[in-house]
C-alpha cells in the first residue's frame, strides 16, 4: 500500500533535491520514498507554470551562497598554509 506524503513534504523533497548538492539517491534514501517518485516530483514541479518568482530568488540566492562558502573555504586553507610557512619552527 503506497503511504500518502504531504504537499509540503514533497515540496520539501524537491527543494533539498534541486538545492542541497547531495545525490537524488542519497536524498531519496534519508527520506525514506524511492528514487523514482523523487524524479517525478520533480519533473511535476518543473512542469508547473505557478512557481513563485520568490522561490527562484531563493534558488539563485543559495547558488550563489554556496560559492561564496566555497572561495572562502579556498581562502581560508591558503591563510592556515601561509601561517605554517611564516611561522619559525623551534
Not at 7 to 27: C, D, M, N, P, W
Amino acid at each position: 500500500m503506497a503511504s500518502r506524503h504531504s504537499r509540503e513534504f514533497r515540496a520539501e523533497a524537491v527543494r533539498l533535491a534541486l538545492s542541497s548538492g547531495l545525490g537524488r539517491k542519497q536524498i531519496a534514501d534519508d527520506l525514506g520514498i524511492g528514487f523514482s517518485t523523487l524524479n517525478r516530483w520533480i519533473q511535476k514541479d518543473r512542469r508547473n507554470p505557478d512557481k513563485s518568482a520568490s522561490q527562484s530568488d531563493l534558488e539563485r540566492e543559495i547558488a550563489e551562497l554556496r560559492k561564496e562558502s566555497r572561495l572562502l573555504r579556498e581562502e581560508r586553507e591558503v591563510l592556515k598554509k601561509a601561517t605554517q610557512f611564516f611561522t619559525p619552527s623551534r
